[in-house]
């Protein structure tokens, strides 16, 4: 199967042809899969080189002007390292972005730590106006790439991933979708954390729901579902544990409820190795999330 | 003609009274006048620029980088009718459009908000890029920095990019009140040379050469004039 990123650079050289106003801003990172669309749109394909407070003050500076900015590299790069020109370029000039990430959490982990960005949906939420999608499979990245871009002048983030799910759902960019419904918790699996969390859950009787939109949460859906699942709820996340775990407290703010926010642990592993061996450390494999669901709802989940 | 259609403006000679008209906080006084003279010359002479203007796509842009100080930006914005004269005497109070940092968002005229220093030339950049890839030659992008400011590395990023990358239409002016730290004897012209910027350091207390450098051509180079003014410390 193609990446996620394996998308990216045909579908937004697509736009690139589609709309006048799209622009890419890159920094040393994912250049070749633009050649062909820079020699048709010269203009509109920016390679700044390894300079990444340029490539988000550039990035506004191309907005300011009415065009439509779509930055990438990898999240460390894009997120972290340029963090307060996302806050003041971006947001306190009020100039419209697509960010789209590589890399993820640990997507190359024999990279090691410089190139892992498990907090960056957790540092956009220090943020106001993002709208953060964290695509699932190859197909909703597609989808959701070209939702990114079409939503006007806004700030728009797209994480894409190695991890992935087998299969694509149907997305629409906005909402949570209910993928299994049971009667004894709620389960929300982020992005590509569905396969998991649906081995993890078989035969559980629990609700599992499917986030693709992270932000804004959609904290109506979640709210939806503890009517019949009750208001146990497990939040699955490819980044920071817990990154989620306040909004969906917010959605449940009328009643009673628990919440256990799994995901990517703070801890600096230090180890390198493959993808699947970071899953399992973080504890995110479909066996460590079913000890650890199972422990949380208790005994009435079992059917 | 019609009192509707008026815009008042004013000489230079009235800036130092509607400065007076603002109260800042002790540390950005003497920073707010290194910038006057510049200021002046380009809202007057050079910037196509125009209160009714605002979002005309063929606009001159200027980007004040270096937000700090303001009152000097602010009096020329008044004098050109950008903004109400009435507007100065809130400066900084919790009511008024006019920080101690201006806000593009509040600021008629203000194409950026900025008081966090390196973030100007940057934008500018891609504000320059933005117009190229637009077909828009007409407009010039101006920012304007001050010495210290440049000890920030984004700025680095955008110098290092800019000159190779031939944007001729960008403009970058340095107020060189010799504040900077670590600096060097003609370190700053050098630096911007070295990255194929065509540059000029003038008196930034004399109109005439400051437009003279302004309006200098610098066919397929960026170009920076560095404007020296007395000393921050003196």
């Known amino acids: 199967m193609d990446t996620m990123r394996d998308r990216f650079a045909p579908v937004v050289s697509r736009l690139l042809d589609e709309d006048p106003r799209v622009a890419v801003v890159l920094a040393a990172i994912g250049t070749d899969g633009f050649a062909a669309a820079a020699r048709r749109h010269p203009g509109r394909v920016v390679d700044v080189g390894i300079r990444e407070q340029l490539l988000i003050g550039a990035a506004a500076g191309l907005a300011l002007t ?238 | 003609m019609t009192d509707a259609t008026q815009t008042y403006t004013s000489a230079h000679a009235d800036l130092a009274g509607l400065m007076g008209l603002m109260t800042g906080d002790e540390k950005h006084g003497p920073a707010a006048t290194s910038t006057l003279d510049v200021l002046w010359v380009l809202y007057d002479r050079v910037l196509r620029v125009s209160p009714e203007g605002g979002d005309d796509p063929g606009r001159d842009r200027f980007l004040l980088s270096k937000g700090h100080g303001p009152m000097a930006y602010y009096a020329v914005l008044a004098a050109k009718g950008f903004l109400p004269v009435e507007w100065l005497a809130g400066f900084g109070s919790y009511d008024s459009p006019l920080g101690h940092h201006p806000d593009r968002t509040l600021v008629p005229g203000a194409e950026i908000g900025s008081g966090s220093l390196g973030h100007g030339l940057p934008i500018a950049v891609g504000t320059a890029l933005g117009l190229r890839a637009q077909g828009l030659d007409e407009p010039r992008v101006w920012t304007l920095v001050g010495d210290a400011e440049l000890d920030e590395g984004s700025n680095h990023e955008a110098i290092a990019f800019a000159g190779p990358a031939g944007l001729d239409r960008l403009h970058t002016v340095v107020v060189d009140n010799s504040s900077a730290t670590y600096a060097r004897p003609g370190g700053i012209a050098a630096r911007f040379e070295a990255a194929g910027w065509s540059t000029l350091t003038v008196d930034g207390r004399d109109h005439e050469a400051l437009y003279a450098a302004f309006t200098a051509p610098h066919p397929g180079r960026p170009h920076v004039v560095v404007a020296r003014v007395e000393p921050k410390s003196a």
Request: with cysteine; hydrophobic share 45%; charged share 20%.
């Open chain 1, 66 to 303: 009415g065009l439509r900015p779509v930055v990438h590299t990898f999240a460390s790069f894009l997120v972290e390292r340029p963090f307060e020109q996302v806050k003041l370029d971006l947001g306190h000039q009020e100039a419209g972005a697509v960010l789209v990430s590589a890399a993820a959490s640990f997507d190359w982990p024999a990279g090691g730590y410089t190139h892992m960005a498990p907090g960056d949906v957790a540092l956009l939420d220090t943020l106001d106006g993002w709208t953060v999608h964290v695509p699932g499979h190859p197909d909703e990245a597609e989808t959701l790439l070209r939702h990114a871009v079409a939503a006007g002048d806004d700030k728009v983030y797209v994480r894409l991933s190695v991890q992935a799910n087998g299969q694509a759902l149907p997305v629409d960019g906005e909402r949570f979708c209910t993928v299994r419904e049971g009667r004894s918790g709620v389960v929300v699996a982020v992005g590509p954390m569905l396969d998991a969390v649906l081995a993890a859950t078989e035969g559980l009787d629990v609700t599992v729901l499917y986030a693709t939109t992270v932000r804004p949460f959609d904290g109506a859906a979640l709210r939806r579902a503890t009517e019949t699942a009750g208001t146990d709820v497990v939040l699955v996340e490819p980044y920071l544990a817990g990154t989620s775990t306040a909004a969906a407290n917010d959605g449940l703010a009328d009643v009673p409820h628990r919440v256990l926010g799994l995901g990517v642990g703070r801890r600096e592993l230090r180890r390198y190795g493959r993808l699947e061996e970071h899953v399992a450390a973080h504890g995110l494999d479909a066996r460590s999330l079913r000890e650890r669901i199972s422990g949380f709802l208790g005994a009435t989940v079992r059917v």
